[in-house]
């Protein structure tokens, strides 16, 4: 349920991938093919020429080194900049409280917020005491028009996932008719340490 | 709506490829920070930290030059293969190891593991042995059942496979996969 931007991801990691494999495959090549690496110093003198050229025309005069160097410079940090943003965005999207609702009332008006807390009670409740459930983990997500509801189970070993997972499931389509609200739910059913360590049966 | 959710369910069945994208965001962040400093160093007529951007380049330039062949092709080979996996990460799915199962009110995702463990608790009644005598692996399509009979008594493997069919079903496993089931011929001590 969160906002990684997959496509820019994906799109990127072709594109970086894509380099390097170019770059690796170019150092080999020189390395061993003699006639590619002849090639490739002609190919490179010329364009040396060419960029030692473009430097001395954009040399002011007094100076020692041309002002294209502040322009890369700029380039380099703004490619920084951006690497860094492509970072920060991956596993975004979670959210706060869960419902955040202004009501104009004329008598009371004001603001309704429900934490993910109190869902994570109502949700206790509605399932009753299961033995089948070591733990119950709850997380809202910013999603567009209305905010998602993560539930993680962690079962006990050997129950059936998908009976348990409906339960859960009908317990939160419970819970959000109580609080009004009709928003993706999201059941997912973990294994974990707790559960993979954890005894089979338990006496109850 | 629809679209919707199912965009959801692909976001979990999926890796979204985080590690891979550190990993590349990272190496770029290094060398351009290396060659911003060079650059900068350059633009305000300062001495090179390492090497001035002409040196760097007559060494690419006139490559191989005095440098090592076996060196150059092992540096190649390493980034080669850097660039190699960060592209199968971009290019490959990325199937994680979980199942959607079919519910009306949410979208219901179940690590395989969870759905080995309860698939072979049932194995185990069915087939009447003792626990760590039935081992199921959950694949994409397809569920393989490895069951150890106890000496004496053998194992019917149509009946293990029905019961199996039969707990996907209650599950709800959609589509339904392949139950496949391997007795081993050698039995061991039940416990």
Same mark, same amino acid.
């Given at each position: 349920m969160n906002q990684t931007p997959r496509l820019v991801n994906r799109i990127l990691l072709i594109l970086i991938g894509f380099l390097l494999l170019l770059c690796g495959a170019h150092l080999m090549l020189t390395a061993f093919a003699a006639d590619y690496a002849q090639r490739w110093q002609v190919i490179a003198s010329g364009a040396?020429?060419?960029?030692g050229n473009l430097l001395t025309i954009n040399t002011l005069p007094g100076q020692k080194d041309s002002w294209v160097w502040i322009l890369i410079a700029a380039f380099l940090i703004c490619i920084i900049l951006l690497m860094l943003w492509w970072i920060t965005v991956q596993g975004r999207g979670r959210g706060g409280d869960y419902v955040s609702k202004y009501f104009a009332d004329e008598n009371t008006p004001g603001r309704i917020e429900i934490s993910p807390n109190a869902v994570d009670q109502m949700l206790r409740h509605f399932l009753g005491r299961r033995s089948d459930i070591i733990s119950i983990n709850i997380s809202v997500w910013n999603l567009l028009p209305e905010a998602g509801l993560r539930v993680k189970v962690q079962p006990r070993k050997g129950t059936a996932p998908g009976p348990l997972g409906r339960d859960v499931a009908r317990a939160a389509r419970l819970a959000q008719e109580a609080l009004g609200v009709s928003g993706p739910v999201l059941v997912y059913v973990v294994v974990g340490t707790r559960s993979r360590f954890a005894r089979t049966e338990r006496v109850i | 709506m629809v679209s919707k959710l199912d965009e959801i369910r692909e976001r979990e069945l999926t890796s979204g490829r985080s590690p891979a994208v550190l990993t590349g965001a990272i190496i770029v962040i290094l060398v351009c920070l290396y060659a911003l400093f060079e650059a900068a160093l350059k633009a305000l007529g300062q001495e090179p930290m390492v090497a001035a951007p002409e040196t760097w380049w007559s060494w690419i330039s006139?490559? *191989? !030059? @005095? @440098?090592? *062949? &076996? &060196?150059? &092709? #092992? #540096?190649?080979?390493?980034? !080669? #293969?850097?660039? +190699?996996?960060? +592209?199968?990460?971009? #290019?490959r799915r990325g199937q994680r190891a979980r199942h959607s199962l079919a519910c009306e009110d949410a979208i219901l995702i179940v690590d395989d593991q969870v759905l080995a463990a309860g698939l072979a608790r049932r194995a185990r009644s069915a087939a009447g042995v003792g626990p760590g005598q039935a081992l199921v692996t959950v694949h994409r399509e397809r569920v393989e059942v490895q069951l150890s009979p106890t000496s004496g008594s053998p194992i019917d493997p149509a009946s293990v496979a029905a019961a199996i069919e039969d707990e996907l079903r209650a599950n709800l496993v959609e589509p339904q996969p392949q139950v496949h089931i391997r007795v081993s011929s050698s039995g061991v001590i039940g416990q």
């Open positions: 040396g020429a060419w960029f | 006139i490559m *191989p !030059g @005095t @440098t090592e *062949p &076996a &060196a150059l &092709a #092992l #540096l190649g080979l390493g980034i !080669g #293969l850097i660039g +190699l996996v960060l +592209l199968s990460h971009g #290019l």
